[in-house]
């Protein structure tokens, strides 16, 4: 048994049907939420991840909700460096964890640029926001693990406090960080349940899961770093059909559309390469990937074309979506977290069509902290 983990998206800045059109929007609402929940909950999805920016529902507040109206799902709730002091935070993840019955799992985002971050109240620079991370994680783990007071003296933070109630989870809610950068992998090694990578070559994250391991092995983690996959899925029954909705969801769109749109808004092409490590290997990969878009047989870039962030896809059979998942396996991964568009019916898809390859391999739970 693999102890796989599969996880979903929650597109609380809205939902599509074709990325490049706007008409083809589908609205934040409660009823698009509520579907995107029941359809990765029915599932088996194990979390569902709950996006941060200027635009989303608040995550903590939506996650709180739908974490009541669904069975078995986690939700998997961003933890933003300098918004809530660690101490409320510890007390309030805590609770949540409770209440929950142990479904809950942490996302921890430095924020992908300064302006992300300030649009939200923080002007803190982003090494800033990854040292307070860094203090902020090792704070809440310290209260978590006591029944006395911490202690704890650091450069942003001063705590001196014990909080109830403690995580039913021990030792604690699974930790999950996605960055490219230095600084988000060091904090990674040191702190991360799951290190997840966007999507790229499976020999590249093979050679990925290495140097984090080197990483961890500094914190005695090695072991206790897992690995996973943040990719988007478009399946279909036969190859062409995939291609076709693929396609289809990018129609419209130029291969650079993303640079121009936000040259448009003012913004430099080169300051958009420059908001995180990560989004530059994105970018890299659809430079790299020639008319088709393709890195490999079933991995495209064409979604990196009107989106940031995770916007390599999975694109194939379910067959051929679980053997590319498979690669990834095999170079380290356990877990993915995915999505598709529109996010219901994609969720459903692949719950119902591709998980079925995996039988005998999925976990019963979710990853556990070390």
Request: aromatic share 8%; hydrophobic share 40%; net charge negative.
């Amino acid at each position: 048994m693999d102890d796989l983990t599969f996880g979903w998206f929650l597109p609380t800045s809205g939902d599509s049907t074709c990325l490049a059109d706007p008409n083809q929007r589908i609205a934040q609402s409660p009823e698009m939420f509520e579907e995107v929940v029941t359809a990765a909950d029915e599932g088996g999805f194990k979390y569902l991840l709950m996006p941060v920016n200027a635009s989303c529902w608040e995550a903590t507040v939506t996650a709180s909700f739908y974490a009541a109206r669904s069975r078995q799902i986690a939700p998997l709730i961003a933890l933003r460096s300098g918004y809530c002091n660690p101490s409320l935070s510890a007390k309030m993840y805590a609770t949540l964890d409770q209440l929950t019955g142990g479904r809950l799992c942490i996302n921890l985002i430095a924020g992908i640029s300064d302006a992300d971050t300030q649009a939200d109240g923080i002007s803190d620079s982003k090494q800033v926001r990854y040292e307070k991370m860094d203090e902020e994680v090792e704070i809440m783990k310290r209260l978590w693990a006591s029944n006395e007071p911490i202690g704890y003296e650091g450069k942003h933070y001063q705590v001196n406090q014990v909080i109830e109630p403690k995580p039913l989870q021990q030792p604690h809610p699974p930790f999950f960080l996605g960055g490219g950068s230095d600084q988000a992998k060091e904090i990674s090694a040191k702190h991360s349940t799951i290190h997840l990578f966007w999507g790229d070559k499976p020999e590249v994250i093979a050679e990925n899961i290495k140097e984090m391991r080197q990483r961890a092995a500094k914190y005695g983690r090695e072991d206790a770093l897992g690995f996973g996959m943040r990719l988007q899925i478009v399946c279909a029954d036969s190859e062409d059909e995939a291609w076709d909705e693929a396609h289809k969801l990018v129609a419209g769109a130029a291969k650079f559309q993303l640079f121009n749109d936000n040259k448009a808004q003012g913004t430099t092409v080169d300051s958009i390469r420059k908001t995180s490590e990560a989004n530059q290997r994105v970018w890299q990969l659809l430079e790299e990937s020639g008319d088709e878009m393709k890195i490999h047989p079933h991995l495209w870039t064409g979604i990196s074309m009107v989106r940031s962030g995770a916007g390599i896809a999975v694109v194939g059979t379910p067959k051929q979506i679980a053997d590319t998942l498979d690669e990834f396996v095999e170079a380290g991964c356990s877990s993915f977290c995915l999505s598709g568009y529109p996010h219901a019916k994609a969720a459903r898809l692949f719950s119902t069509k591709v998980m079925p390859h995996f039988k005998g391999r999925l976990s019963e739970g979710l990853p556990r902290a070390a």
